[in-house]
């Protein structure tokens, strides 16, 4: 009983002895408001502490109260180092832009621009005419439009060549990309009337020839094709290309996904090619460009001029306008284009997919002899990376990796721990150990990585 009530004493003497709110935020160097927040949470949480019996391991409350205030002023949205291996990672944004690109964002957010502003005229002008002619001559189509994002530029198209049509999809092709975004719920919105034809496995010519030949009088179509971004169908499969779609008479819709704009680069041989389904005569080519483009967040539409007029006049196309930070990437990623061997030196996409296994070899030595020499060690063997973002799903890019032995925290705990570091890395777990892949990595990256796992070791 008396031990009893020393504890209950001393439990009232430290609850007594927490300073007040006012007290500890006028010790803190912030706004008011701020102060007030870090120092309630700071005391509810001593307090609570205290209730549970864990008297004061010792710790300064003025401490906790600024490390509360660091956390509510430090940024959400952050850098972080992808050691996942995942190139398009859509949880870590995508695509990283290339040096042109930022640098062009940068200007472009610092002033003013000519973002609608014919600079010969002095007139108004249109925020596509920095990117329509680089499209024009990087895909062969006689027009394009850029907007917000890929999903955008489905809807729209489908919305400005479809709405109150039927609009004739492959069952194999009715997909669903990722998030909300299934394209049978896309044609749905776009006011376009869903005709499915085929199977999940095989579609053929005459499918889509009986759709069309059902058509009532004075009825029009339009066909839609997707692009298989984020699986593929094995065995008896069949699917009509699209030079024999195009064929048919009806104006065609390409979804592509991420699509591709550099032909002759091998890993890429799996992506659709947007200048191909051009010159096969689609109506609208649909692509995004933080995927395998290796650019912002954006969607592009290319194709026959009067179809890209029609998208260009649909009420949509304000709603899903791109911003002037997304276009200035958009147009110096496109720039870099024009020179292959400098698209694909400079976009980091690009570079990662075609890094040699010489370049990763030396990128995992380096790190695995950085983590020894902090005492920690760690052994570098062949992995497969992906591509990630729903693209090229079935691509493994094999590489080395630095494997990391989590001993008793496990991996999930470590993974854990990296990712809650400064700057915060993402790893992969594979069989019980953390890998650490140097393809979507820096040299920087990996100097951030090594000393996050030291940190997290500690
Ligand atoms: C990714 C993708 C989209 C959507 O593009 P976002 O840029 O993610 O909006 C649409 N269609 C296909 C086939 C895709 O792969």
Same mark, same amino acid.
């Given at each position: ?23 500890? /935020? $006028? ?5 008011? =408001?701020? @102060? %007030?927040?870090? *120092?309630? &949470? #700071?005391?509810?949480?001593? +307090? ?94 006689? /027009? $394009? ?5 890929? =999903?955008? @530029? %489905?809807?729209? *198209?489908? &919305? #400005?060549?479809?709405?109150? +049509? ?102 890429? =041989? ?189």
């Amino acid at each position: 009983m008396g031990g009893r009530d020393a504890t209950a004493d001393g439990l009232s003497a430290a609850l007594r002895a927490l300073p007040s709110v006012e007290r500890l /935020a $006028a010790a803190l160097d912030a706004p008011h =408001a701020l @102060a %007030v927040a870090a *120092a309630r &949470a #700071a005391i509810e949480e001593r +307090r609570a502490a205290l209730r549970h019996g864990q008297a004061g391991d010792g710790s300064d409350i003025a401490e906790l109260a600024r490390g509360k205030l660091a956390a509510a002023q430090a940024p959400s949205l952050r850098r972080v180092i992808n050691a996942a291996g995942v190139i398009v990672h859509t949880n870590l944004g995508r695509a990283p832009l290339a040096a042109a690109a930022r640098e062009a964002v940068a200007a472009a957010a610092e002033g003013y621009s000519n973002l609608e502003l014919d600079l010969a005229s002095g007139e108004r002008g249109s925020r596509q005419a920095h990117v329509e002619e680089l499209l024009r001559e990087l895909t062969g189509a006689q /027009a $394009a439009l850029v907007v917000n994002n890929g =999903a955008g @530029a %489905v809807l729209l *198209a489908a &919305a #400005a060549l479809a709405a109150g +049509r039927g609009l004739v999809v492959s069952r194999g092709q009715l997909v669903e990309i990722g998030g909300a975004f299934r394209i049978p719920d896309v044609v749905g919105q776009s006011g376009a009337r869903l005709v499915e034809v085929g199977t999940t496995n095989r579609t053929r010519r005459s499918d889509y020839e009986r759709a069309l030949a059902a058509l009532a009088p004075g009825e029009q179509r339009v066909i839609l094709r997707v692009h298989a971004s984020n699986f593929r169908t094995l065995g008896f499969t069949e699917e009509v290309a699209i030079e024999e779609l195009c064929a048919l008479g009806v104006p065609v819709i390409d979804d592509v996904g991420s699509g591709r704009l550099d032909d002759d680069l091998a890993a890429l =041989a799996d992506e659709p090619s947007v200048r191909r389904s051009v010159a096969a005569g689609a109506a609208l080519v649909c692509f995004s460009g933080d995927k395998l483009l290796g650019g912002p967040q954006a969607g592009l539409l290319v194709g026959r001029a009067e179809s890209v007029a029609r998208a260009r006049a649909h009420p949509l196309a304000r709603a899903l306008r791109i911003d002037k930070l997304s276009l200035a990437a958009l147009e110096a990623t496109l720039r870099l284009y024009r020179d292959p061997a400098r698209a694909r030196r400079e976009l980091p996409v690009l570079a990662m997919l075609d890094a040699t296994g010489e370049e990763l070899a030396g990128r995992a030595e380096r790190l695995r002899g950085g983590l020894a020499e902090a005492g920690v060690a760690s052994e570098v063997h062949e992995a497969v990376a992906r591509v990630g973002g729903g693209a090229l799903p079935l691509l493994e890019l094999r590489g080395p990796a630095v494997a990391l032995d989590p001993a008793a925290m496990g991996a999930e705990e470590l993974a854990r721990r990296l990712r809650l570091g400064d700057p915060p890395v993402v790893a992969r777990i594979e069989r019980g150990r953390v890998l650490l892949d140097p393809r979507t990595m820096t040299d920087d990256d990996a100097e951030g990585a090594r000393a996050g796992v030291v940190a997290a070791l500690r």
